[in-house]
């Protein structure tokens, strides 16, 4: 049987397969395990908000209820907690109001550790939110007890993404046998359906540092399907109204750059230069679980710059994305295979690709990026379980100026370049199954013979299926993708060389370096069966 024959054998078990799971599959599973379902009744704000002062001394809080009966998570599951934590959710049309109360026997012992944001130091306590009530995504607030924020999203099984940071308010304080937390997380931050009557997904969980021990209002355990499929549940909201979410945020830039003189190099002659910028930052929300956001050439000079790494290997070094156009929805648009994910947002706006070769008397002034000069993105979840995810960008044709015996001239370094983005997935029966599908585009405009070494166009597709069954401790979990790149002959003997495919290798019979190629495809898969865990 050869390779071809294979390929398309693995292409048709794999969609009967999945095609038969989902016809097949008759179970309605809201939460798995024994234990029924833990609710929490929110009411809506009749008095004054609160001030957000770490006191819990507002005329709000002495309305709705309190809740309470954690059960402990580690280290000795589904025991009760050494110290009792209340916690208490109320609601506007606008914002979300959480307390939390976290009862200490031994006040003085309670570790208020200082920390940067997101890091988890110290006494904490957090609130986790699943609006889409999907079971697979939570937007988690937590708060240390020396008031340091932790914003993430949380997905299954616990995976936390601390690079979603949310805008919300908050403050901690003390009281004679507790530290307390006072919350208002704008309903902006959240992404929730526009039913008349809402009900969320609820997480509320405390640390005690000085124990090691973590307690939960809905009981959690380690041998479970996912921390989501076990999340309580919050209602009480109701009326909210059409989101009119709306940011605009245009930008000027000015800097100075200071270098040494360098009397014969006509960049450097003056030992300074001048450079301006403008742009225009927008989201808008198109509905209450769908947003839409754009950039025209954007400033991302205020994230946080990449750690210093030496790469001695012949491969490609992966940065974490941390420019807040690209996070948003980040969670919609992920689709791995292993560890690789099917695109990278980083090389959009990467540094230009062309370096020349300089000779005697010649000098270049050479821009550190690539421009983005549009960007937009739609992202977000239908109260049917149907996720979308679109983006487009436009990066510039890049040009460096070229001085040689003092005469100047551009020279483009990098061409005019689109990047586009698609992906679908539909949940049915509350998450047990999941299908989708995501393709992905990258299209150069080059003109200059000398830029043939880069490829023309890259396409990628791909589906993926997650099905389980027999409440949710059996499943399977497969993807499947293919690839095609264009470009002169140039271009697809680079790729065919690179270290990321090493052609020409002796051990390798199934691949042949072919140097009149000007294309390249190619297809992978993977499908997991197996046996995990029930809920308890």
């Not at 920390?115 to 939570?138: I, K, M, P």
């Not at 710059?305 to 030496?310: E, I």
Request: proline share 5%; hydrophobic share 35%.
């Amino acid at each position: 049987m050869n390779l071809k024959t294979i390929q398309s054998t693995f292409v048709f078990l794999f969609f009967s397969f999945g095609l038969f799971a989902i016809n097949n599959n008759q179970d309605t599973i809201t939460t798995p395990g024994k234990n029924p379902l833990r609710t929490y009744t929110t009411v809506r704000l009749t008095t004054p908000k609160p001030v957000i002062d770490g006191k819990l001394n507002d005329e709000c809080w002495k309305t709705g209820e309190w809740g309470g009966d954690f059960v402990q998570w580690i280290p000795k599951e589904g025991a009760k907690p050494s110290q009792e934590t209340q916690f208490k959710i109320l609601y506007d049309d606008k914002n979300i109001y959480v307390a939390i109360r976290a009862f200490d026997k031994e006040p003085n012992k309670i570790s208020r550790k200082a920390g940067r944001r997101d890091e988890f130091v110290g006494e904490q306590a957090g609130v986790n939110f699943d609006s889409y009530h999907d079971h697979r995504t939570g937007f988690e607030f937590s708060v240390t007890a020396a008031g340091q924020k932790i914003d993430l999203i949380l997905t299954n099984p616990m995976v936390p993404e601390l690079d979603w940071n949310a805008v919300w308010y908050l403050k901690t304080g003390l009281e004679d046998s507790a530290w307390v937390a006072e919350y208002e997380i704008p309903l902006s931050q959240l992404r929730y359906s526009n039913d008349k009557e809402q009900v969320w997904g609820l997480h509320v969980w405390r640390w005690i540092d000085r124990l090691q021990e973590e307690s939960d209002w809905e009981p959690q355990t380690s041998t479970g399907p996912g921390m989501l499929y076990l999340f309580g549940e919050l209602h009480g909201i109701k009326d909210l109204p059409k989101s009119r979410r709306i940011e605009i945020m245009p930008y000027t830039l000015g800097k100075l750059k200071t270098f040494e003189k360098i009397p014969q190099n006509p960049f450097a002659k003056n030992g300074h230069s001048f450079l301006g910028n403008v742009g225009l930052d927008a989201k808008i929300g198109l509905s209450s679980n769908f947003t839409a956001d754009f950039t025209i050439n954007p400033d991302f000079g205020q994230v946080e710059s990449d750690p210093s790494v030496m790469n001695l290997t012949a491969f490609e070094t992966f940065y974490e994305e941390k420019r807040p156009f690209f996070l948003e929805g980040k969670n919609i648009f992920r689709f791995e295979l292993g560890d690789a994910n099917v695109f990278y947002t980083r090389r959009i706006g990467h540094a230009p690709t062309y370096h020349p070769e300089l000779g005697e008397n010649q000098f270049i002034d050479y821009p550190d990026n690539t421009s983005i000069l549009s960007a937009a993105k739609i992202s977000g979840k239908s109260k049917n379980g149907l996720a979308v995810g679109v983006l487009h960008s436009l990066t510039a044709g890049e040009n460096a100026e070229l001085s040689t015996n003092g005469i100047k001239k551009n020279l483009q370094v990098e061409p005019l370049t689109s990047y586009t983005v698609g992906r679908l997935q539909q949940d049915f029966n509350e998450g047990t199954t999941v299908l989708g599908g995501i393709f992905t585009a990258t299209n150069r405009f080059i003109n200059d013979p000398y830029l043939e070494f880069l490829n023309t166009n890259a396409y990628t597709g791909g589906f993926d299926l997650l099905h389980q069954w027999n409440d949710k401790e059996f499943f399977v979990d497969a993807k499947i993708i293919g690839s095609a790149i264009s470009g002169s002959t140039e271009a697809i003997q680079n790729l065919q060389l690179s270290s990321a495919r090493y052609f020409q290798r002796s051990d390798a019979s199934y691949m042949d370096f072919d140097p009149n190629r000007t294309t390249l495809s190619g297809q992978g898969g993977r499908v997991k069966i197996g046996k995990g865990s029930k809920g308890f």
